[in-house]
């Protein structure tokens, strides 16, 4: 992954949008702990930066934003996975059950 | 002059922030600390049945195959007593235009939103929802924000959410990815005042009307196909939006005295707001820690008065385990050729134990399924499971523990249903409804309406009543 961008890339900003201390009070301690934290993608409107410099970003809404630069184009990375062999032999004894072909 | 967006002073201007951005104010429908007006809420937006019907016609929702499942119906019949097993259809909703029965709600809401003529939408979701307003606000052309609560402060992504990421941006939407924590209603309600846009909450008037027509077409569909009217609708069920609707549309139909029963999955003991707690939850959908918290406090919302009120229309609720409703989804695929995402499942895997206690000549509809695909299949959410230490295995679904072990079950007669005690969730809604009102004494009028609330009688709530 690259770690710069130009002008019109699209990035995703990293906001500290509360600090551990500023959170609400009725939360479980390890929620509280931790700040509460925000990214969103948009397209880089100043010329260059690099991972970490504070940003300005142009949304898919038009909106323009500002936080610090967390990635370059960061892909989908939620996958498929693997085949859960339990599940599939379950669900197959349950099919067999109906009869059919051998 | 600068507002003071600090979290204390965004919230102390919520009343104000909400009344703008849902164009409505909730002042004039209430009628004591206890009592308001539910049905002229509902009639606010003045939408009738038939044009809600229109609305939803102009952008492709609605109007999704009604299937019925006979290979799982015989399945059930199996493992049933003699004359027992319901036959079970499945209204496939994953045709909707964003892929779930959402798009039901977000349509009607997003065109009162144009015709009041906001020129966007604001969205607090990580679910189904958030991609139906980003969809339905594409075919409206207004621009759409999403909030959603996608990582742990690790930054590691629940898959579902991360999926809903994707598909509200390839609808163009700005999303807004957050840690976990309630202060999401914070960041909506900074955007909302900083975009003016319509804020499009699932509690809102016209996300209950939306769904009113999943009900009608229900009572309807199987009225034309089979001569009557279905005995019994399961009902996937958190904050209550998609039982209100589905049963008043089904009362609207004629079909008011089918069973309405609601069904959530079984994460008790995991925490809503807990950091820890949430990557421990395989998917999000039903869980029972919206269900049962809504059921007793209706109006825990992001505005003032829910216009979602599931207890005023259950008739039964149950649980399952995560187990059966993956074991239900496999099925699905396998038995009927459906590969659909956990949503509906929730309602098919009670609707697997739940047939059983049927007889064989009742009809029993499960109103929804979803969309599916990377981070929504049983194979991204077991793979997700093992990896944040969740233990996998065959057994009885007895033995299942949220956040530990997902047992999937050995077969279709392990499939139980656990009960709710509507009774006691009656009691203590009387009880929190009548504790919130601090020092006002109940009148006549207000106690018929917690019965109506509760779909319960005058002498119960009397009885529930503080003595």
């Not at chain 2, 097993?85 to 144009?114: M, Q, T, W």
């Not at chain 2, 209950?208 to 999943?214: N, Q, S």
């Not at chain 2, 609707?245 to 009362?251: E, M, N, Q, Y």
């Not at chain 2, 049962?292 to 009120?309: E, I, K, S, Y």
């Amino acid at each position: 992954m690259t770690d710069e961008a130009r002008r019109g890339d699209l990035v995703q900003i990293h906001v500290v949008v509360l600090r551990p201390e500023e959170r609400t009070a009725n939360i479980p301690d390890c929620t509280k702990a931790v700040p509460y934290e925000a990214w969103v993608k948009g397209f880089l409107l100043d010329e260059s930066a690099r991972i970490g410099d504070p940003v300005r970003i142009k949304t898919f809404a038009g909106r323009e934003l500002r936080g610090d630069l967390a990635a370059v184009n960061p892909a989908y990375d939620h996958s498929f996975g693997k085949p859960p062999v339990e599940l599939i032999r379950a669900s197959l004894e349950g099919r067999d059950r109906l009869g059919g072909a051998a | 002059m600068t507002r003071d967006t600090s979290y204390a002073a965004v919230l102390a201007r919520k009343n104000e922030i909400l009344k703008t951005s849902v164009g409505l104010d909730y002042a004039r429908f209430e009628r004591s600390p206890i009592r308001f007006d539910y049905e002229g809420l509902l009639s606010a937006p003045g939408y009738s049945l038939a044009e809600v019907q229109r609305i939803q016609a102009e952008t492709g929702v609605g109007r999704t195959p009604l299937v019925e499942l006979r290979n799982v119906t015989d399945l059930v019949r199996s493992v049933s007593k003699a004359g027992k097993g319901a036959r079970i259809f499945l209204k496939d909703e994953r045709s909707n235009p964003s892929g779930s029965f959402k798009d039901r709600r977000a349509s009607v809401s997003v065109y009162h939103a144009a015709k009041l003529g906001y020129r966007g939408v604001v969205c607090a979701s990580s679910g189904n929802y958030a991609a139906a307003v980003a969809s339905q606000a594409a075919k409206r052309n207004l621009r759409a924000i999403i909030m959603q609560e996608v990582f742990d402060s690790r930054k590691v992504g629940q898959p579902e959410i991360l999926e809903k990421t994707r598909t509200c941006e390839a609808y163009g939407a700005e999303v807004w990815q957050l840690t976990v924590g309630p202060e999401l209603f914070y960041v909506m309600l900074r955007v909302v005042e900083e975009t003016g846009y319509f804020s499009a909450s699932l509690y809102i008037p016209t996300g209950v009307l939306g769904v009113e027509t999943l009900g009608y077409e229900v009572a309807t569909e199987v009225k034309a196909h089979e001569g009557r009217f279905p005995d019994a609708v399961v009902v996937t069920t958190a904050g209550g939006g998609n039982v209100s609707g589905t049963a008043r549309g089904l009362a609207k139909a004629g079909s008011g005295a089918t069973e309405v029963i609601g069904a959530s999955v079984d994460l008790r003991g995991l925490h809503m707001a807990s950091d820890l707690d949430f990557n421990r939850k395989s998917f999000t959908t039903g869980h029972s820690g919206f269900s049962v918290p809504f059921m007793t406090v209706p109006d825990r919302t992001d505005v003032p008065r829910n216009a979602a009120r599931q207890l005023r229309y259950l008739d039964r609720a149950v649980f399952v385990t995560q187990g059966e409703v993956f074991y239900a989804t496999d099925l699905l695929a396998k038995l009927e050729g459906l590969d659909r995402g956990p949503a509906g499942n929730t309602s098919l895997a009670a609707a697997l134990a739940i047939a059983k206690e049927m007889d064989r000549d009742e009809i029993l509809v499960v109103q929804e399924t979803e969309y599916t695909g990377a981070g929504k299949l049983p194979s991204s959410q077991l793979t997700f499971a093992r990896e944040n230490g969740i233990e996998v295995r065959r057994g009885d679904p007895r033995e299942n523990v949220p956040g530990k072990v997902i047992v999937i079950p050995e077969g279709p007669e392990q499939i139980r249903v656990e009960d709710l005690d509507l009774t006691k969730i009656r009691r203590s809604y009387v009880e929190k409804a009548v504790g919130a009102a601090a020092g006002y004494r109940p009148t006549e009028e207000d106690v018929r309406f917690l019965a109506e609330d509760s779909k319960s009688t005058v002498e119960f709530v009397r009885s529930a009543l503080p003595h």
